[in-house]
């Protein structure tokens, strides 16, 4: 069941950019981005989607929720892994069309499906050829195995 959830719209502007009213602008798919940052380190873990309910869901509980753009679902991080994402601080950008989700993680503090404690786990090459950039991994183990934690039953 998918709530039908609508939030303000700011009247201009400086409204939206200087105003105290949560108007969050969501993109033609209704999605804005969502950043999730660890509460005590500021390290970056994720980058997902939020619909106008997984935002509302999100303010309201106090538990990250997001849009999935592939399954074209809202869901409730760490509902089938129990990686759970407390919601401490929840900031929006200058215009509104993107949300820094400060979290606390729960179950092994890993926030990425592959395992890791981040999404980010890979570097880019700098300095060559865009074409000829290749990645280079940071260090970031897996600290569970996903094939156990996802498997469908």
């Known amino acids: 069941m998918t709530l039908e959830i609508h939030f303000q719209t700011a009247a201009d502007t400086r409204a939206l950019e200087e105003g105290t009213l949560l108007a969050p602008r969501f993109d033609a798919a209704g999605l804005v981005t969502a950043i999730a940052v660890d509460a ?7 980058l997902a989607h939020m619909n106008a309910e ?30 759970t994402q407390k ?29 890791r404690r981040s999404c980010f786990y890979r570097r880019v090459t700098l300095g060559g050829p865009a074409a000829d950039a290749g990645l280079a991994f940071t260090g970031d183990t897996p ?11």
């Open 87 to 115: 919601v401490v601080d929840l900031l929006v950008d200058c215009d509104q069309d993107a949300v820094l989700l400060k979290v606390e993680m729960g179950g092994t503090g890993a926030a990425c499906h592959t395992g």
């Open 40 to 46: 005590t380190t500021g390290e970056v873990l994720m």
């Open 143 to 153: 600290r569970f195995d996903p094939a156990e934690v996802y498997r469908k039953g």
């Open 54 to 83: 997984a935002l509302a869901r999100t303010i309201e509980t106090r538990e990250a929720h997001y849009y999935s753009r592939s399954r074209k679902a809202l869901w409730k991080k760490g509902e089938s892994s129990g990686h």
